[in-house]
């Protein structure tokens, strides 16, 4: 196994060989039944996977009219900043070591610097700080902002954000406290830098 990892560093292009892929699902072979569908990739991953993350436009724009039609917004996407905080900040669940039952978090600021405040973020994703002041706390830009966090891919074929509502790693009132998060007023996401 090292050595395909170690092959696979070497060479990304035998990253989508079937080869590759029957290791993998072997290697997931006597774990539970939802471990396995998680190895499993759906069209929209493999076809981002085979393009390496830069389909042509037509497969773009595929990739984003089906991915959207999978965003559930709701009526009302209001929520609680103060939960959205915790959810932007807890790294838990859908991990195999969390014991059942452990609720999931975003793990938001593994990629993104949010409030002002916080001193420990990642850069992959852009800076969400003041996000909610920048669209002037537009409800048409909060849903919008809903429907990233939903299903990134609806936004920005082969996004490297999760998707998740689409995989069920938030749940919707989960989306909305987050969505709070960044757009509240009074979240510290739209807080004065100090």
């Known amino acids: 196994m090292r050595i395909l990892f170690l092959l696979l560093l070497a060479f990304p292009a035998m990253a989508q060989t079937p080869e590759v892929e029957r290791v993998v699902a072997a290697t997931f072979a006597d774990a539970p039944e939802a471990w396995k ?3 499993t990739q759906d069209e929209t991953q493999a076809l981002c996977s085979l393009r390496r993350n830069e ?3 037509a497969e773009a724009m595929a990739i984003e009219a089906r991915e959207k039609a999978t965003v559930k917004i709701p009526a009302e996407i209001a929520g609680s900043w103060k939960k959205g905080e915790d959810i932007a900040q807890n790294g ?3 991990q ?14 593994a990629c993104h610097q949010m409030a002002p405040a916080e001193l420990s973020y990642g850069t992959l994703g852009p800076s969400l ?3 909610g002041k920048l669209k002037d ?3 048409a830009a909060a849903r919008e902002a809903y429907g990233k966090v939903y299903n ?3 936004v ?3 996004s490297t954000m999760p998707r998740f509502g689409h995989n069920g790693v938030l749940s919707e009132q989960q989306i909305k406290d987050v969505v709070a998060y960044l757009f509240d007023p009074a979240s510290p996401v739209n807080a004065p830098v100090k």
């Not at 195999?96 to 600021?109: E, H, L, R």
């Open 37 to 39: 569908s998680r190895v």
């Open 55 to 57: 389909p042509t436009k």
């Open 92 to 94: 838990r669940g859908n």
């Open 96 to 109: 195999f070591s969390d014991p059942a039952g452990t609720v999931a978090g975003g793990n938001c600021y």
């Open 129 to 131: 700080m003041h996000y």
């Open 137 to 139: 706390f537009a409800p």
């Open 152 to 154: 990134a891919q609806s």
């Open 156 to 158: 920005t074929a082969c």
